[in-house]
């Protein structure tokens, strides 16, 4: 048979070289887009260490392909070792999403169903709660179970090896917070439960189940469960910031303690390799994905947030524990995946990730900046004060203390507002976030504009009745009344929230503190002769006296919980 003649008309050496030109131009185009995006992420996050001072590693991958991979700041700073992508770090909450594939997995086996009580499984659990809880409950925060995290125990026991029983002990007793399924808390202490099952089911420790079910699996040979006594290669050390902002070593957490909840370490490429299976069957069927990817209440699935940001599906979660503070964010519409693993627990990561994808989507972003405040007449100040509505019950009150202007979110932290415009403050923990005050055609403030992560979003300030039930509902809580500052001294001590976690109180100029373990100083205020309250954070102590007149003990209010504790000194 003769050969295939093809036409000259169709492959002339002109039109040859014109394709070739246009295939060079177009990679020519790409490298130098390519190179241009890696400058501005590149210069972002020198930026975010120099003002945030984030140290850590950061990867960004389009389809599976590395497009920015780097390391900032220190990896141990006492021995100069510098971070690296290779570097290893506790990756905290993100862990959860490897326990929810367990659980995932175990049902496509027949081993469980999610509609199952966790009794089933948990033979020592009590009937009385535990008979309402599924494992559903568990993976989408619905259980009401208490979380353990927030309570004095576990923060002065945190060094100390612990089992999963003295674990489950911790909180299995406890009232429920609410009926199962009627709300959403985050609790760490469902997912405890749920690294329990897998251990009760498959035979196997939490540990071993996911390393050959997960890990070893996908070949992620830079991720595992973290032991502080064994030697890592390229384990990063953890930090923190003290009261002025300067890095120390972060408390030492025994892993066994977070457990099912928090205890893995991973590196950005491991992340990579993660976020690609989960585009595959090789961990999870379909079906499966699907459960773990739907919202249940408050956008959480199982162990991700599932929301939309930059017009687009963003997949998330982030993780915090000592020393560390992780995010993984995956926009699945655009095959686009933004690992930051930070070694120091005070980093904002989810700001920088946010700025990642900004980037990689062209959108505005905010860069790290360090403002000064100009001179302005606090009398202004008063325009500003009242109740904003962020959402249904979710306010942000905005009010005036020795002629300055502070923030604070119901529940939250409050932070001090500094001038940078007419109308225009910047917070002091961040100064990229701001809050612009919107007035109406009379001059008068209507709404505040919060501007942070380069989104805009409006908050109306309360007006007439509503807002005075609300602010009067406030004042009651924050009211300082007149008493002796001789009384003061009568409630100076140490108390014992837990062992090992005490609160001290002390005066000082006519003035009464408080300072729990490990945290800063705070002055407290008093509501009454017994009861005080904070201001940096929304919390208030009542003081116990016994017929004797003695101070035997007080109770912290905090959280939603009432915690007592005894006075030892």
Not at 156 to 184: C, H, M, N, R, W
Not at 422 to 448: A, M, S
Request: charged share 25%; glycine share 6%; proline share 4%.
């Amino acid at each position: 048979m003769s050969e295939p003649q093809f036409s000259s008309r169709f492959f002339s050496a002109e039109k040859i070289a014109f394709f070739v030109l246009i295939f060079l131009l177009f990679v020519l185009f790409a490298n130098t887009q390519g190179k241009e995006l890696k400058q501005e992420m590149d210069g972002y996050l020198k930026a975010c260490h120099e003002i945030w001072k984030f140290h850590g590693a950061t990867l960004v991958a389009k389809n599976g392909e590395v497009i920015f991979k780097n390391g900032y700041g220190m990896a141990n700073i006492e021995l100069g070792v510098p971070n690296t992508p290779e570097m290893k770090f506790q990756i905290g909450s993100i862990t959860k999403q490897f326990t929810a594939t367990a659980i995932l997995q175990l049902q496509e086996k027949g081993l469980l169903s999610l509609d199952d009580l966790i009794t089933k499984y948990l033979h020592e659990y009590p009937e009385e709660t535990g008979n309402k809880i599924t494992i559903h409950h568990l993976l989408s925060h619905t259980s009401g179970i208490p979380n353990y995290t927030d309570m004095p125990d576990i923060m002065s026991q945190k060094s100390l090896p612990v089992t999963v029983d003295e674990l489950l002990a911790i909180f299995k007793d406890k009232p429920l917070d609410f009926e199962p399924g009627e709300k959403y808390k985050y609790s760490n202490s469902g997912y405890v439960v749920l690294g329990a099952i897998i251990e009760a089911i498959s035979g196997k420790s939490y540990e071993e189940y996911i390393r050959e079910n997960i890990f070893e699996t996908l070949k992620m040979s830079n991720s595992g469960y973290d032991h502080r006594d064994r030697i890592i290669k390229n384990r990063a050390a953890g930090y923190t910031q003290d009261e002025k902002g300067e890095l120390r070593n972060a408390d030492f957490v025994h892993m066994s303690a977070p457990y099912a909840a928090g205890a893995l370490y991973s590196t950005v490429d491991d992340m990579l390799i993660w976020d690609q299976a989960l585009y595959t069957e090789k961990i999870l069927k379909k079906s499966s994905q699907e459960k773990m990817f739907t919202p249940v209440l408050k956008n959480y699935g199982y162990g991700w947030v599932i929301e939309e940001k930059y017009a687009r599906p963003h997949i998330w979660h982030n993780g915090g524990i000592d020393g560390f503070h992780t995010t993984f964010d995956r926009w699945v519409s655009d095959s686009v995946c933004v690992v930051v693993l930070s070694n120091n627990d005070n980093a904002p990561v989810e700001n920088i990730a946010s700025g990642l994808a900004a980037i990689m989507f062209d959108q505005p972003y905010d860069v790290p900046v360090i403002k000064t405040p100009i001179e302005v007449d606090p009398k202004i100040f008063a325009d500003y004060e009242g109740a904003y509505e962020i959402a249904e019950d979710d306010y942000r009150f905005v009010d005036i203390e020795d002629t300055a202007l502070y923030s604070q979110r119901g529940g939250s932290v409050r932070f001090r507002l500094y001038p940078e415009a007419e109308d225009k403050f910047y917070f002091e923990h961040d100064h990229t976030v701001t809050l612009i005050f919107v007035r109406d055609q009379n001059g008068e403030v209507i709404k505040h504009i919060i501007h942070q992560q380069g989104e805009d979003k409006p908050a109306e300030k309360l007006q007439g009745e509503q807002a005075e039930k609300i602010l009067t509902d406030r004042k009651a809580k924050t009211q300082v009344a007149e008493v002796d500052p001789k009384i003061f001294e009568r409630y100076v001590g140490e108390y014992q929230l837990a062992p090992g976690f005490i609160l001290t109180v002390r005066t000082r100029d006519n003035r009464i503190f408080t300072q729990a373990t490990g945290q800063q100083e705070a002055e407290i205020f008093p509501h009454s002769e017994t009861e005080f309250f904070l201001k940096v954070v929304d919390a208030q102590i009542t003081f116990v006296i016994d017929e004797n007149g003695s101070i035997t003990s007080l109770i912290l209010h905090q959280g939603g919980q009432d915690m007592p504790a005894e006075k030892i000194k």
